[in-house]
Nanobody, 123 residues
Framework: QVQLVESGGGLVQPGGSLRLSCEASGFTFSRYAMSWYRQAPGKERELVAVITSGGGSTTYDDSMKGRFTISRDNALNTVYLQMNSLKPEDTAVYYC????????????????WGQGTLVTVSE
């Protein structure tokens, strides 16, 4: 059974920091690119950051570049999102995503989602 379990969300003041974690199970974590997405109230889900399967490359949305850092520990099957200098507009539900090939020929793509963790940035 595939599971992605996010944790670390909560209430933080503007300028503060949070570290989100997403623990994966039920699939070969090290073969999947991992991403964080977020969805603010009344808005569409948007990509926050992506890290390749081996962790050698990362990509960020421009609005989060320099403030957020995605990382992974393949030995622990966990991906992280370190968020610094948080702003009220960062308030959203943050989702963990796994995306990888369904077989060695990559003839299909498998994608999994976590249930989300709420981050609220407010005084």
């Amino acid at each position: 059974q595939v599971q992605l379990v996010e944790s670390g969300g909560g209430l933080v003041q503007p300028g503060g920091s949070l570290r989100l974690s997403c623990e994966a199970s039920g699939f070969t974590f090290s073969r999947y690119a991992m991403s964080w997405y977020r969805q603010a109230p009344g808005k569409e889900r948007e990509l926050v950051a992506v890290i390749t399967s081996g962790g050698g490359s990362t990509t960020y949305d421009d609005s989060m570049k320099g403030r957020f850092t995605i990382s992974r520990d393949n030995a622990l099957n966990t991906v992280y999102l370190q968020m610094n200098s948080l702003k009220p507009e960062d308030t959203a539900v943050y989702y963990c995503n796994a995306r990888g090939c369904s077989n060695s020929m990559c003839s299909g793509i498998l994608e999994y989602w976590g249930q989300g963790t709420l981050v609220t940035v407010s005084e």
